[in-house]
């Protein structure tokens, strides 16, 4: 049974920063382009970053330049460090495969909230 567990989120002021971590278990994982996403209230789920089977990331325009995310193989785990942080950036964040890739997900996990006061 596949299963995708999202931590590290919370409240942070404007400017400031967190460090997302996702488990991914009862799968494999080398293979996958993995990506993190993010839905705010009424907003539909958006890419915020990927990262393919090589370690090359792609972003966002919303994040270039103040979200990194990286991979480790051996772990089964995502990571997005999300730096400059804005209240623009409140949301749930979710792990996933890369959608622009794979057509068949894993099933998403509950997620962990990012909120950011200004």
């Known amino acids: 049974q596949v299963q995708v567990v999202e931590s590290g989120g919370g409240l942070v002021q404007t400017g400031g920063s967190l460090r997302l971590s996702c488990v991914v278990s009862?799968?494999?994982?080398?293979?996958?382009?993995m990506a993190w996403y993010r839905q705010a209230p009424g907003n539909q789920r958006e890419l915020v970053a990927g990262i393919d089977v090589r370690n090359n990331p792609t972003y966002a325009d919303s994040v270039k330049g103040r979200f990194t995310i990286s991979r480790a193989n051996t772990r089964k785990t995502v990571s997005l460090q999300m730096d400059s942080l804005k209240p623009e950036d409140t949301a749930v964040y979710f792990c996933?495969?890369?959608?622009?890739?794979?057509?068949?997900?894993?099933?998403w996990g509950q997620g962990t909230q990012v909120t950011v006061s200004s």
């Open positions: 996933n495969k890369d959608r622009r890739v794979h057509s068949a997900l894993f099933p």
């Open positions: 009862g799968s494999s994982f080398t293979g996958n382009h």
